[in-house]
């Protein structure tokens, strides 16, 4: 089991990850004015909504291609990998608050390490059905 600490470290990570982003957008809401549940009307509060709603759209995608590699390659590869799709992650909310075309590069970062988690499980499980 200690041998999937490190996937977990990042599992959790994930979480304050997205739970920081969700302050950013309370205290979006509280300094443009726009309270809850409305979510329009101020092009940062739309951004900082939009980049948060992203990053959880592509949670279902991460965390089982992460665990899942994990299990059938290397559970310090996975974590390696959730480690930079996370910085991906930061990259885009960040970019994504000052202007969107700057969304861009941690777009990148990210859909590349969840596609390798991804097909890297998928084509292992795969492999190891086949055999």
Avoid at 7 to 36: D, E
Avoid at 77 to 97: E, N, P, S
Wanted: hydrophobic share 55%; aromatic share 16%.
């Amino acid at each position: 089991m200690e041998q999937y600490y490190p996937v977990a470290v990042v599992t959790l990570l994930c979480g304050l990850t997205v739970f920081g982003m969700a302050l950013t957008v309370a205290r979006t809401h509280s300094r443009t004015g726009i309270l809850a549940p409305a979510m329009t009307g101020d092009p940062l509060l739309e951004r900082a909504v939009r980049a948060h709603l992203n990053t959880v759209e592509w949670i279902p995608v991460f965390l089982p291609s992460m665990w899942l590699f994990a299990i059938y390659w290397s559970p310090n590869w996975a974590a390696g990998l959730g480690i930079v799709w996370l910085i991906g992650r930061i990259a885009y909310f960040v970019g994504y608050l000052r202007a969107p075309l700057k969304r861009y590069p941690g777009f990148f970062i990210q859909s590349l390490a969840a596609f390798v988690l991804l097909l890297g499980a998928l084509g292992r499980i795969v492999y190891l059905w086949l055999a």
